[in-house]
């Protein structure tokens, strides 16, 4: 089975710096997508992010970009350029890409206080 | 932007009544799922439905869950008999592509 982990239960940032969360995973599979999910206090689940494992190239959403490094099963999350409305929960995220699985697998979260 | 509609968005039951979590997918959308957070913990699945049955199912997802898609509009998850530990905030997702999911805001359930 997959598993996500994410080792910074929190993290805090000034705003307008940039910080980078971290998340790894570990699979078997050659072909799957990860994901980065906001939550915020309304607890609604947000898509930040979004990476397909064929793609060497690094996803980048604005102000939001990952390092994807699929030998080392890890993918982080970069904000720039923070904002008082980035400091949420944020989960990383794995999915197969195999017709016998579409489950999401989450990690177990980082919360992220941006300080003014 | 198309939304994942769930109601009610609390809801308080005595342990041991069932309750009826209930979502409406987006419409296009082929894929439907329940996950639970249970509050401070990470998010889990419990079960996807595809095709009008279930396509997969966590261990969570025992005798006592169920899940249906009556009308072809409404995807509901019924807990049969509450239990304390069914605390948790339930979120319904649907998608269309392999990516695209939408989550919808929550059902906080509280079981007293």
Not at chain 2, 39 to 47: A, D, T
Request: glycine share 4%; with cysteine; hydrophobic share 30%.
């Amino acid at each position: 089975a997959q598993t996500v982990t994410q080792s910074q239960p929190e993290m805090s940032v000034q705003e307008a710096e940039t910080v980078t969360l971290s998340c790894t995973y570990d699979t078997s599979e050659s072909d799957y997508y990860l994901f980065w999910y906001k939550q915020p206090p309304s607890r609604q689940m947000i898509l930040v992010i979004r990476q397909e494992a064929y793609k060497q190239q690094n996803a980048t959403e604005n102000r939001f970009s990952v390092n994807f490094q699929k030998a080392a099963k890890s993918f982080s999350l970069k904000i720039s350029d923070s904002q008082l409305g980035d400091a949420a929960m944020y989960f990383c995220a794995y999915r197969s890409a195999g017709a016998s699985g579409s489950r999401l697998t989450f990690g177990e979260g980082t919360q992220l206080t941006v300080n003014p | 932007e198309p939304e994942v509609t769930q109601t009610p968005s609390h809801q308080v039951t005595q342990m041991g009544q069932e309750v009826i979590l209930r979502c409406v997918p987006i419409s296009n959308h082929l894929y439907f799922y329940w996950y639970r957070q249970i509050l401070g913990q990470k998010v889990e699945f419990l079960v996807s439905f595809y095709n009008n049955e279930i396509s997969e199912k966590s261990e969570i997802f025992d005798d006592q869950f169920s899940v249906e898609r009556p009308d072809g509009s409404n995807f509901t998850l019924k807990i049969r008999s509450t239990k304390l530990e069914d605390s948790a905030m339930y979120f319904c997702a649907s998608r269309f592509r392999p990516y695209g999911y939408t989550f919808g805001s929550g059902t906080r359930l509280t079981v007293v």
